[in-house]
């Protein structure tokens, strides 16, 4: 199944998988039965309820994000930003051949630097355009941190499922910190301060729910994408979840086989029994 979540209110999409996997690998027959931040948000409450009718057990899921670069959301969105105002403002030239935008991974700045940044690069290519075309490199720097490159794709560079004509964009390198090596007993203090930020805003909207089973479900992105059980029950170590919160798993949507991505899901406490 290759639903996303949604953005706001009930994460239905996100959740519904999670549940459905836990009924699948557990035995259980959990059904939705409310989005409870919707249905009450006087108070804070957790985003689902579930209920399993044979055996009168509930389930209450949160979902949070989680990303290591702690900005990578936001330098997403920039790279998206970026893409879409090459596609707009580039997209009435005449391309009889396939070309290619090179841009930095991970676009850092406040919105308004990153699109001037793109838009005076889609003016710099239209107006050096009966050049390019004929295939002569055009590049450009904004700062230390903004640099694009613009060319026609060589033949033996295309890959196979690369089409015949039309402007690609294509994102290099990486930010600094993607890939570093993360302690888990030293985790960077504004990881640590968003994970406690976590726990905190979930003990709250679990306190009215002891009892029942309650699912904190995280979301990585990033770095914290392919961290295993075992180092998160390390983090957990110096960061101790709070009472309320009475499982925390994960759920992660990317490749699991050759043939495709799908759902995974990790329980990350509490530590199973051996």
Not at 113 to 142: D, M, N, Y
Not at 190 to 215: D, E, H, P
Request: glycine share 6%; net charge negative; hydrophobic share 40%.
């Amino acid at each position: 199944m290759s639903c996303l979540p949604q953005s706001g209110g009930c994460e239905r999409p996100f959740t519904d998988v999670f549940v459905a996997h836990l009924n699948l690998t557990e035995g259980t027959r959990y059904v939705h039965s409310a989005c409870l931040d919707v249905l009450d948000s006087t108070v804070p409450q957790p985003e689902a309820l579930y209920l399993d009718a044979e055996s009168g057990h509930q389930l209450v899921v949160e979902r949070k994000s989680i990303s290591w670069p702690i900005d990578y959301p936001y330098r997403h969105s920039n790279d998206h930003v970026v893409g879409d105002i090459f596609s707009r403002e580039l997209g009435d030239l005449t391309i009889d051949d396939l070309y290619e935008i090179r841009l930095p991974m991970l676009i850092e700045g406040k919105r308004a630097s990153v699109e001037a940044f793109a838009h005076q690069a889609a003016e710099q290519i239209r107006a050096s355009w009966p050049i390019v075309s004929t295939g002569s490199g055009l590049k450009g720097r904004a700062g230390d941190k903004w640099w694009w490159r613009f060319h026609k794709v060589p033949e033996d560079e295309r890959e196979d499922s690369a089409p015949a004509t039309g402007l690609t964009i294509a994102l290099e390198g990486q930010a600094l910190s993607l890939f570093d090596f993360l302690d888990p007993a030293d985790l960077p203090d504004v990881l640590s301060a968003a994970i406690k930020k976590i726990f905190t805003n979930c003990s709250g909207k679990f306190a009215s729910y002891q009892g029942i089973r309650r699912i904190l479900l995280l979301d990585p992105h990033e770095d914290l994408q392919t961290k295993s059980a075992d180092w998160w029950h390390n983090v957990w170590a110096n960061l101790p979840p709070p009472q309320q919160i009475g499982e925390i798993w994960s759920g992660v949507f990317d490749g699991i086989d050759e043939e495709g991505k799908d759902w995974a899901f990790q329980r990350l406490h509490p530590t199973p029994s051996i």
